[in-house]
């Protein structure tokens, strides 16, 4: 069985910073993209950023400039660093990730989400 377990979630002060993992375990041939999401309140989920297999990231125009996407392949593991974080940030976030279990079929994947709250 495949689990995606994140953390890293928490209270922060407007103007700080954090930084969220997700780790994978479990049968992993390979990982394709991997992504994080957030969903607050009464809104619906949105995609964060994104970093593909070789590197090539992608943000949300709302994260842009304060945030970075990386992954590590040797431990399965994506990371999300996030500054200059505003209260609009506060939302549950989850990672995703497309998992290879051999190497021609993948199947998606999610986190069960942390809770990153902007609040002074």
């Known amino acids: 069985q495949v689990q995606l377990v994140e953390s890293g979630g928490g209270l922060v002060q407007p103007g700080g910073s954090l930084t969220l993992s997700c780790a994978a375990s479990?049968?992993?041939?390979?990982?394709?993209?991997m992504a994080w999401y957030r969903q607050a309140p009464g809104k619906q989920r949105e995609l964060v950023a994104s970093i593909t297999s070789g590197g090539r990231t992608n943000y949300a125009d709302s994260v842009k400039g304060r945030s970075t996407i990386s992954r590590n392949n040797a431990w399965n593991t994506v990371y999300l660093q996030m500054s200059s974080l505003k209260p609009e940030d506060t939302a549950v976030y989850s990672c995703?990730?497309?998992?290879?279990?051999?190497?021609?079929?993948?199947?998606?994947?999610w986190g069960q989400g942390t809770q990153v709250t902007v609040s002074s």
């Open positions: 995703k990730m497309i998992l290879f279990n051999t190497p021609y079929a993948s199947t998606e994947y």
């Open positions: 479990g049968n992993i041939f390979d990982i394709g993209t």
